[in-house]
């Protein structure tokens, strides 16, 4: 029993870390409908940014949040603006994706480049140290991570239905070209959710990098559980993201546990496919809109 | 056009006059971009030692050797430039490869064009064993490692925990890629050879985030000894999950890449890692006594690169750089076979090289002589201690 709650609060933990990730991929995903590919490397990069900036200025990895959140931002935004927008019009839609692609690729060897294949390790300021709750020992840094990422569904749930913005974003993506008639600037829109998706990853590289060694390739191991997540959940679903990468967790550890670590993917994936045939849109998906596809 | 033409046949005659005084060439194959660049210019590093101390010293067969670099970024480029080193370059043979893939695609290439390839580091057992006519490989190999780790066991650990061998539960685990499946196997085989209770094999996928499971499963088979084959993410990974739920078995043996680095140390903190044993290519703590002409190895790459030797692969790569190039100074020519013949006539005994092991190939053109060294991490210090004859230090096993 007792091992059976550790096992348990391991997976929530997890699954809060992957939230972390996915919940920014689903704002993308669902909003301005590219798949970021260079999602994995936009938190190698946050880590990276949180790792200099704590090592550098010998500030606590959370605060540097105040600047990555910024500069993430802007890199999506960057993204969005230079890399994916000129070939919004491409003739093929399937192109954007390999841009990410190319983007992905770029940005890792860029960092295998500028700090080489070995791993940074952010000073952890006792983020690592434990909390025992019952028999259950989980590290404090999990927590946070966990509450973060539940403080930032709730956050964009409500900035996506309660501002103008927010409701802006939303009509962009129900129907690009009805939203361009009610005079939305639908161009400015997808930068600025890129951005936002972006910025998330930010926030969640800050709390994760004391926690995890950073490396040009730290982002592989997270992006394809999130892509998984993202459709789990429902294209686009920020929720669904949230319960997903719960789900994920929590399969995660209990397969590791009882069917073995060598068949834990083959679980996860084999779940992600029965959720998938039952219900194809995914767990909290609404049919998508192709709207956007004609001008 | 006639100004032009008459500087092109100029510059053709500089050309040819240029290959005429032109040294012999050998290609080195290695990553030098990429993911596996850091420890692929490592490697190198080893192999433009030798090559500078063999020119030192008169060259090869009386001709200066030059070193040809081609970039095995993947499997695809170590077939491209190992076509590009044989044709375009004219290298006499290769030398390699850090990355066992690379390796095994791009040996293919060079015996296809009757070069011989020599693998000075990579460990996956495919290497070998595929009756290339023109492939030899001098460093230890995954089997070695295996061996390794069970006979520190029965030697050493098994003996400090009073316990004989067919009492100690092991518990095997590795990244599931062909790298620590088959370390794992040969784990696992030595281990039941040897009466060890082999509790669990489990492999993961080194991109893991998360090992908590594994730990706590482990924990529930009561295991005295862990056993990981791994890179350095999931090292560091399993030692700091296993500190953190309390897991303390009697010890723990990591098999090479993550557990031999220094950021790995400081990732999980010294005293974390303290105690913990590994098992990898002959590092710079071993007895000099046992591998004569470390110290002047290490002198020199200080020398040449300005900082020390970041892992023991340079070493390994110079030491079988350096027998291959004494063998072919003895061959009647730069033939392949006639490489091949003096090469096969190599015999330098244990205690020898700067690395320790001895070199002469056997079966499968194999060096049956290679061999893994045990270390242990002591007071922030990859220290080696096994075998005893190259061991710097004793082994500590705690309980």
Redesign the interface.
């Known amino acids: 029993m007792q091992?059976f709650l550790?096992?348990i609060a391991?997976g929530l933990m997890?699954g809060g870390?992957f939230a972390i990730v996915a919940v920014g991929l689903t704002l993308i995903f669902g909003i301005v409908k590219v798949v970021n590919f260079a999602h994995g490397e936009f938190l190698m990069v946050g880590m990276y940014l949180t790792y200099l900036l704590t090592s550098g200025l010998g500030v606590h990895p959370y605060a540097t949040a105040v600047a990555v959140i910024p500069i993430l931002f802007v890199l999506g935004a960057v993204t969005q603006r230079l890399l994916i927008q000129p070939l919004m019009h491409a003739r093929d839609e399937h192109i954007q994706i390999f841009a990410t692609v190319g983007l992905s690729t770029a940005l890792i060897?860029l960092a295998?480049l500028i700090f080489?294949?070995?791993?940074?390790?952010t000073p952890n300021y006792g983020v690592?140290s434990?909390i025992q709750i019952g028999s259950v020992?989980i590290?404090e840094g999990q927590l946070w991570i966990f509450l973060a990422a539940i403080l930032l569904v709730i956050g964009l749930q409500l900035f996506l239905a309660r501002t103008n913005t927010g409701r802006a974003i939303r009509a962009t993506a129900q129907n690009r070209a009805a939203a361009r008639l009610m005079g939305i600037n639908d161009r400015f829109i997808y930068v600025l959710t890129f951005g936002i998706g972006a910025a998330c990853v930010g926030f969640g590289s800050a709390l994760i990098a004391p926690l995890?060694?950073t490396?040009?390739?730290?982002g592989?191991?997270?992006v394809l559980i999130a892509f998984v997540i993202v459709v789990l959940g429902g294209l686009g679903s920020i929720p669904g993201a949230f319960f997903g990468a719960l789900i994920i967790g929590l399969v995660?550890?209990?397969?590791?546990?009882y069917i073995?670590?060598?068949l834990?993917?083959a679980v996860v994936f084999g779940i992600f496919l029965v959720i998938l045939i039952l219900k194809p849109s995914g767990l909290f998906g609404t049919r998508v809109s192709q709207a956007h596809v004609s001008p | 056009m006639r100004l032009s033409s008459i500087m092109a046949t100029a510059a053709t005659a500089a050309l040819i006059a240029g290959s005429a005084t032109a040294d012999v060439k050998f290609g080195a194959l290695y990553p030098f971009?990429?993911?596996?660049?850091?420890?692929g210019e490592e490697s190198a590093r080893g192999v433009e030692i030798a090559v500078e101390e063999v020119n030192a010293n008169g060259g090869v067969q009386g001709e200066e050797v030059t070193l040809v670099r081609g970039d095995a970024v993947d499997n695809n480029q170590a077939i491209g430039e190992a076509r590009r080193l044989i044709a375009r370059e004219g290298v006499k043979a290769i030398l390699g490869t850090y990355s066992s893939s690379r390796s095994i695609a791009a040996s293919q290439v060079a015996e296809l064009s009757g070069i011989p390839y020599f693998e000075l580091g990579a460990v996956a057992d495919e290497v070998t064993g595929r009756d290339l006519q023109y492939l030899y490989r001098t460093n230890p190999t995954a089997e070695d490692m295996g061996r390794m780790s069970v006979q520190m066991i029965v030697d050493e650990i098994a003996p400090a925990l009073d316990k004989d061998p067919s009492e100690v539960r092991v518990g095997i685990?590795h990244e599931?890629s062909s790298y620590g499946t088959s370390v794992a196997g040969h784990q696992e085989r030595f281990g039941e050879e040897a009466g060890l209770q082999i509790a669990t094999v489990?492999?993961?996928?080194a991109?893991?985030?998360?090992?908590?499971?594994?730990v706590?499963?482990l924990q529930?088979r009561d295991v005295d000894v862990v056993m990981q084959t791994s890179y350095?993410?999931d090292s560091?990974?399993f030692l700091?999950q296993a500190n953190?739920?309390?897991f303390k078995p009697a010890a723990i043996i990591g098999g090479g890449g993550g557990y031999s680095?220094v950021?790995?140390a400081?990732?999980v903190g010294t005293d974390v890692i303290e105690g913990v044993l590994d098992v990898d290519f002959t590092q710079y703590t071993v007895d000099p006594a046992y591998a004569p002409g470390m110290e002047d190895f290490v002198e020199t790459y200080r020398e040449k690169y300005g900082e020390e030797p970041r892992s023991g692969h340079s070493l390994n790569n110079y030491v079988g750089a350096m027998a291959i190039f004494a063998a072919i100074d003895g061959a009647e020519s730069f033939e392949a076979d006639a490489i091949v013949e003096a090469v096969e006539q190599i015999d330098i005994p244990e205690g020898e090289t700067a690395a320790g092991y001895g070199i002469q190939f056997g079966e499968n053109n194999q060096n049956e002589r290679a061999k893994m060294m045990g270390m242990q991490w002591q007071d922030g210090k990859l220290l080696t201690v096994y075998p005893a004859e190259a061991a710097t230090s004793e082994m500590r096993i705690g309980k």
Do not use: C, H, K, W
């Open positions: 091992t550790q096992i391991n997890l870390l060897n295998l080489g294949a070995d791993i940074a390790n690592r434990q020992r590290l995890y060694p490396s040009p390739t730290i592989t191991y997270f995660d550890a209990l397969s590791g546990f073995g670590s060598d834990r993917e | 971009s990429g993911q596996l660049a850091l420890l685990i599931d489990q492999g993961y996928p991109s893991t985030v998360d090992m908590s499971s594994l706590l499963d529930g350095q993410n560091v990974l700091q953190e739920s309390g680095m950021p790995t400081e990732a």
